[in-house]
């Protein structure tokens, strides 16, 4: 059973930061990109931020700039700062492995992330 175990999220302020921290199985991460969702009730999820197995990092229009994700191989983690919060940046992150085409993709349970003053 793969778990993805997300940790961080709560409350901000706008303009605050929070962080999120990814656990995950270490072969992900010479083998598959991972990253950040999110959902707000009666959508779907979106695209936060990715990071390939390279390095290489993809963001979310509404949080370039803002978002910044990276990946430890030591501690197994794939983290995100989330800096200058906007009320619309509330949802529930969810972590995220991407194996396709040649394996499942992988969702950690979520993380509620509520920006409001």
């Known amino acids: 059973q793969v778990q993805l175990v997300e940790s961080g999220g709560g409350l901000a302020q706008p303009g605050g930061s929070l962080n999120l921290s990814c656990a995950l199985p270490g072969i992900f991460f010479t083998r598959y990109p991972m990253g950040w969702y999110r959902q707000t009730p009666g959508n779907r999820r979106e695209l936060v931020a990715m990071?390939?197995?390279?390095?290489?990092?993809n963001y979310g229009d509404s949080v370039k700039g803002r978002f910044t994700i990276s990946s430890d191989n030591s501690k197994l983690t794939v983290a995100l700062q989330m800096t200058n919060l906007e009320p619309e940046d509330t949802a529930v992150y969810f972590c995220?492995?991407?194996?396709?085409?040649?394996?499942?993709?992988?969702w950690g349970q979520g993380t509620q992330v509520t920006v409001s003053s």
């Open positions: 995220h492995v991407d194996g396709r085409p040649t394996a499942p993709e992988y």
């Open positions: 990071i390939t197995p390279t390095g290489t990092t």
